[in-house]
């Protein structure tokens, strides 16, 4: 009932920038949150980014000062600006949006199928 897509991914330099897109589509009736996470091979997802519909945001702190998340939930996106990428930052950053499809029903969780973001030289 809701696909989540992400794009903008790609191979960076070190202190490098990429912007990634994620766009929520189908049978929405309204949005709470979109966050952005990430996961390296062998390691537990990790929260990146979260902004509210109200514009209120949080960040990990490996990522502060770095990166920044933006949303427009007129078109039901969330971005995330990737400035000074490090090494670190590799990893499959997936989009993470808690919709509710009409009005009465559950919020529910729905995910992007990630995109791969890899800092090297």
């Known amino acids: 009932q809701v696909q989540v897509v992400e794009s903008g991914g790609g191979l960076v330099q070190p202190g490098g920038s990429l912007k990634l897109s994620c766009v929520a589509s189908?049978?929405?009736?309204?949005?709470?949150?979109m966050d952005w996470f990430r996961q390296t091979p062998g390691d537990e997802r990790e929260l990146v980014a979260t902004?509210?519909?109200?514009?209120?945001?949080l960040y990990t702190d490996s990522v502060k000062g770095r990166f920044t998340i933006s949303s427009d939930y007129a078109k039901n996106a969330v971005y995330l600006q990737m400035n000074s990428l490090k090494p670190e930052d590799t990893a499959v950053y997936s989009c993470?949006?808690?919709?509710?499809?009409?009005?009465?029903?559950?919020?529910?969780?729905?995910w992007g199928q990630g995109t791969q973001v890899t800092v090297s030289s």
């Open positions: 993470w949006v808690r919709a509710q499809v009409h009005s009465g029903a559950l919020y529910e969780n729905y």
């Open positions: 189908g049978r929405i009736f309204s949005i709470s949150n």
């Open positions: 902004i509210t519909k109200g514009g209120d945001t």
